[in-house]
């Protein structure tokens, strides 16, 4: 774990305009830093001390002045035209509305804290008309940054907005097979699958793809897994929705353990049975973002050892501060 000024080297601006340290604080009222559009929000950041500490990090108050920062994770409107069951920020119940405010005030935020890559998610921003236009803004007036998309990939009218305008796209996956995925989100995997190969093919923007585990999909993990390694992106990723919050282990059939531990051999086999992808692509790693997942998956390093996947599977702890990246501060630089 590093001690580190987690709100002097990256900030997570929440779609209301509050401003937290990181997104894993965004639920605890005392890491609320302030507001994006408080005129005081510079002293605010520099006088900020809290008591934190999660599996990455612990948090200090760092030196009086602000630096260039690493990352400035920014969530927009939440209109979707998803429907996810598990939506983290309620996107399918919200209004949309957006306080058009928030973007001459986020502007303000990203000149003075400069930061190598700037993240944005709703919502769905390519649905956001108005928050694209901004971004262009913002490509034009920050040239020096890395822009970030995350985006459930799904509105390919956008897939050349989208090249044109992000260094980085990180397509989220909730289930691999059309009826899973239409079941959990509402749309249709097809238009998803299309975007990521046309932004793979773009020389423009890095594809980066995760999966984001839940009940209805893990056993699809490895068709995912097999899928990721064929069009070798830049990076993928597997994190957790809940799926611990919603299964009942205790069952007398033991349905669930009997689930996971088909699904783990399954991954083993689709590894192994796709090993020949990894020396045609030099594969990168897949990385299990959390050690929650690894304990759901009972998956540990000797485990990725024995089965001799260690060079293809990688268990990360939850990074907070760089919670979409793949090679934590690497992912906020150009070269990759
Ligand atoms: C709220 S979404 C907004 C961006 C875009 N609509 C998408 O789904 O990628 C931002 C990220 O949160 C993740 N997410 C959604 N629900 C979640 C949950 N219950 N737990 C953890 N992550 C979740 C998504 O997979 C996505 O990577
Ligand atoms: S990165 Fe970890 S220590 Fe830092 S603010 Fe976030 S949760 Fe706290
Ligand atoms: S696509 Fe993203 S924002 Fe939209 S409902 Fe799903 S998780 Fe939420």
């Known amino acids: 774990m590093v001690k580190t000024a987690c709100h002097k080297e990256g900030l997570f601006i929440q779609s209301n305009g509050d401003v937290f340290p990181c997104c894993g604080t965004w639920n605890k009222p005392n890491m609320k830093i302030g507001n994006i559009r408080d005129n005081d929000l510079e002293s605010k950041i520099k006088a900020f001390s809290a008591v934190c500490k999660c599996e990455s990090y612990e948090l200090v108050s760092g030196s009086s002045e602000l630096g260039r920062y690493k990352e400035i994770n920014i969530e927009t409107s939440y209109a979707c035209q998803a429907t996810c069951a598990m939506c983290c920020v309620n996107a399918p119940e919200s209004d949309g509305y957006y306080n058009n405010e928030n973007y001459l005030a986020l502007m303000k935020l990203l000149k003075l804290t400069n930061p190598d890559n700037i993240m944005v998610q709703g919502g769905e921003i390519l649905v956001q008309n108005e928050t694209m236009n901004w971004i262009s803004q913002v490509k034009q007036e920050m040239s020096k940054s890395n ?112 689930i996971i531990q088909r699904t783990r051999e399954q991954i083993v086999k689709t590894i192994h049975n796709n090993k020949h992808i990894h020396k045609k692509y030099n594969f990168k790693k897949i990385i299990i973002g959390g050690n929650n997942i690894a304990k759901l998956l009972q998956i540990d390093e000797k485990y990725l050892k024995n089965n001799k996947i260690d060079d293809f599977i990688e268990i990360q702890p939850v990074n907070y501060r760089f919670i979409n990246s793949f090679e934590s501060d690497s992912y906020a630089t150009k070269t990759f």
């Open 147 to 258: 822009i970030t998309l995350i985006t459930n990939g799904n509105n390919i009218k956008k897939v050349e907005y989208a090249k044109e305008t992000f260094d980085n796209i990180q397509v989220s996956f909730v289930g691999f097979q059309n009826l899973t995925y239409k079941t959990l989100m509402g749309l249709d995997i097809k238009h998803t699958f299309n975007f990521c190969e046309q932004i793979f093919n773009s020389a423009s923007s890095n594809l980066f793809i995760k999966y984001l585990l839940s009940p209805l999909n893990l056993h699809e993990l490895p068709l995912f897994i097999e899928w990721s390694m064929g069009i070798n992106p830049k990076g993928v990723i597997i994190h957790d929705s809940n799926t611990s919050g919603y299964i009942n282990y205790k069952t007398g059939d033991d349905y669930w353990n009997k």
